[in-house]
């Protein structure tokens, strides 16, 4: 089974910024789609963003232009760059492999189950 560590969450001031670390433990993530998810309180988990095997990105509307998803398959991580936080985006990251359609990743599916996730919170 594929596993996964999120890191790099914290307090954060609204705009302000934060970089996410998703580590996979066991296997190597060349060939994966990686798509990070969040869930905030008394809210459905949603898709963020994710990025495909060949490095092509997708994003959810609400962090477009603020967030980038990178990897280095080298260390066999994924990371998100978070800018311009808002206190809307207070919630627990999540990681997970996401299935691929057409060479482009997909935010609304995921394969698996989900690791411990990692809090953030923007507020002032």
């Known amino acids: 089974q594929l596993r996964f560590v999120e890191s790099g969450g914290g307090l954060v001031q609204p705009g302000g910024s934060l970089r996410l670390s998703c580590a996979a433990s066991?296997?190597?993530?060349?060939?994966?789609?990686i798509g990070w998810f969040r869930q905030a309180p008394g809210k459905e988990r949603e898709g963020v963003s994710c990025?495909?095997?060949?490095?092509?990105?997708n994003y959810a509307d609400s962090v477009k232009g603020r967030f980038i998803i990178s990897r280095d398959n080298a260390d066999n991580t994924v990371y998100l760059q978070m800018n311009s936080l808002k206190p809307e985006d207070t919630a627990v990251y999540y990681c997970?492999?996401?299935?691929?359609?057409?060479?482009?990743?997909?935010?609304?599916?995921?394969?698996?189950?989900w690791g411990q996730g990692t809090q953030v919170t923007v507020s002032s």
């Open positions: 066991g296997f190597a993530l060349d060939y994966y789609a």
């Open positions: 990025i495909s095997s060949g490095g092509a990105t």
């Open positions: 997970a492999r996401v299935p691929s359609v057409q060479a482009m990743c997909v935010i609304q599916a995921h394969f698996g189950s």
